[in-house]
T-cell receptor
Framework: EPEVTQTPSHQVTQMGQEVILRCVPISNHLYFYWYRQILGQKVEFLVS????????KSEIFDDQFSVERPDGSNFTLKIRSTKLEDSAMYFCASSPGMPSYNEQFFGPGTRLTVL | KQEVTQIPAALSVPEGENLVLNCSFT??????LQWFRQDPGKGLTSLLLIQSSQREQTSGRLNASLDKSSGRSTLYIAASQPGDSATYLCAVGPRGNTPLVFGKGTRLSVIA
């Protein structure tokens, strides 16, 4: 069964460093999302991507964040200068985007630890 | 702004018991609602998706219902097993193909 994959599973970085989190969405899906979950808190939305551009973003998604779909399969989230409060589990999700079938499928997540 | 609340925050039941998890949302104008399972330190596994025009969905021992007008959904788990122990998350989609708004989840423990 197709699934969303994410790499790395765990990333440790120093404050101020750049990180790139990678995702391979399910093939033929049209909508892509990044969410994050700080330990003990709700899953919260960061950004959505459709037709090679950002379709929606939250207040969290400031200038330090960027997303890219560099080829037909990968979807990346870049944090330019990490802060301690960026430590969280980051989830990628994808959806077929059809009106009658718009279920979101999530990857296993990347645990980001900023020291 | 849509808010999703899940009660109870934690639940412990003996194996074999039927149980109900509750989810409420403040804005009834939703497009769909998804229930997820999350194991500790792991990703989210989609369990059931209910479109706003549907009243319920079933998958195996799971049954999810939706009452849009009252802003409520329930997840019914029949004959619970220790393997059902996990956190169950409810999430609503305000419009088609838009970000989901999550509740904080109910942490379920099924005791053998």
């Amino acid at each position: 069964e197709p699934e969303v994959t994410q790499t790395p599973s765990h990333q440790v970085t120093q404050m101020g460093q750049e990180v790139i989190l990678r995702c391979v969405p399910i093939s033929n899906h049209l909508y892509f999302y990044w969410y994050r979950q700080i330990l003990g808190q709700k899953v919260e939305f960061l950004v959505s991507f459709y037709n090679n551009e950002i379709s929606e973003k939250s207040e969290i998604f400031d200038d330090q964040f960027s997303v890219e779909r560099p080829d037909g399969s990968n979807f990346t989230l870049k944090i330019r200068s990490t802060k301690l409060e960026d430590s969280a589990m980051y989830f990628c999700a994808s959806s077929p985007g059809m009106p009658s079938y718009n279920e979101q499928f999530f990857g296993p997540g990347t645990r980001l630890t900023v020291l | 702004k849509q808010e999703v609340t899940q009660i109870p925050a934690a639940l412990s039941v003996p194996e074999g018991e039927n149980l109900v998890l509750n989810c409420s949302f403040t804005d009834s104008a939703i497009y769909n609602l998804q229930w997820f399972r999350q194991d500790p330190g792991k990703g989210l596994t989609s369990l059931l998706l209910i479109q706003s025009s549907q009243r319920e969905q079933t998958s195996g021992r799971l049954n999810a219902s939706l009452d849009k007008s009252s802003g409520r959904s329930t997840l019914y788990i029949a004959a619970s097993q220790p393997g059902d122990s996990a956190t169950y998350l409810c999430a609503v989609g305000p419009r088609g193909n838009t970000p989901l708004v999550f509740g904080k989840g109910t942490r379920l423990s099924v005791i053998a």
